[in-house]
């Protein structure tokens, strides 16, 4: 059975700082993808990322970047120099492509709150 | 485009009423989801249907719930009879399902349900 684990259920920090949000899955498939989505305070959910399970190069848009490692099951997310803006609640997400389609599994989130 | 269109953004009803949530995913889309967003259990996937037909729908709570897509562009969550326990943001997604079946989840901007 998949899981996702947000371990951090609320992470605050001051404008300007890093941050990182944990992830970690569990899947039994070989061909996977793995999602973060970010919902701020309006309520939608944004796609921010998507990689599969043979692409373990991290990925850096701006300030956000990405460290997958399949050895410790882990898809991480960082935010440099955080802004107030990126206040939100932001889930991973894990999808078996052999077992269930399109369907995703979501974590339980992490609140961030950037503080200016 | 325009994007998942839900309705209504905003319900409050009575204990024993009927609730019929609607979704028109992005034109092109094959695969059209529900999920169900609560403090307790997070998002949960209800049903997802691909090219109209529902393909798995062991997330549905019980038996008050029903879901149909009659269209490739139109879909309904009904509940009938409605509990206080359902209420929650339901959100509607949907996906080209690129690679697979597992391409990025649009999500709708959600319909937030309270019961009374």
């Known amino acids: 059975a998949q899981k996702v684990t947000q371990a951090q259920t609320e992470i605050s920090v001051v404008e300007k700082e890093d941050v990182t949000l944990d992830c970690v899955y569990e899947?039994?498939?070989?061909?996977?993808?793995l999602f973060w989505y970010k919902q701020p305070p309006s309520g939608e959910l944004v796609f921010l990322i998507r990689r599969n399970s043979f692409d373990e190069q991290n990925e850096i848009s701006g300030r956000y970047s990405w460290n997958f490692q399949k050895s410790t099951s882990s898809f991480n997310f960082t935010i440099t120099a955080s802004q107030v803006v990126d206040s939100a609640v932001y889930f991973c997400a894990l999808s078996e492509e052999e077992t269930s389609g399109s369907r995703l599994t979501f974590g339980e989130g992490t609140q961030l709150t950037v503080n200016p | 485009d325009a994007g998942v269109i839900q309705s209504p953004r905003h319900e409050v009803t009575e204990m024993g009423q009927e609730v019929t949530l609607r979704c028109k995913p992005i034109s092109g889309h094959d695969y059209l989801f529900w999920y169900r967003q609560t403090m307790m259990r997070g998002l949960e996937l209800l049903i997802y249907f691909n090219n109209n037909v529902p393909i798995d729908d062991s997330g549905m709570p019980e038996d008050r719930f029903s879901a149909k897509m009659p269209n490739a562009s139109f879909s309904t969550l009904k509940i009938q009879p409605s509990e206080p326990r359902d209420s929650a943001v339901y959100f509607c997604?949907?996906?080209?399902?690129?690679?697979?079946?597992?391409?990025?989840?649009?999500f709708g901007e959600g319909s937030r349900l309270t019961v009374l």
């Open positions: 899947t039994r498939d070989t061909t996977y993808y």
């Open positions: 997604a949907s996906s080209d399902g690129l690679a697979g079946g597992t391409g990025e989840l649009f």
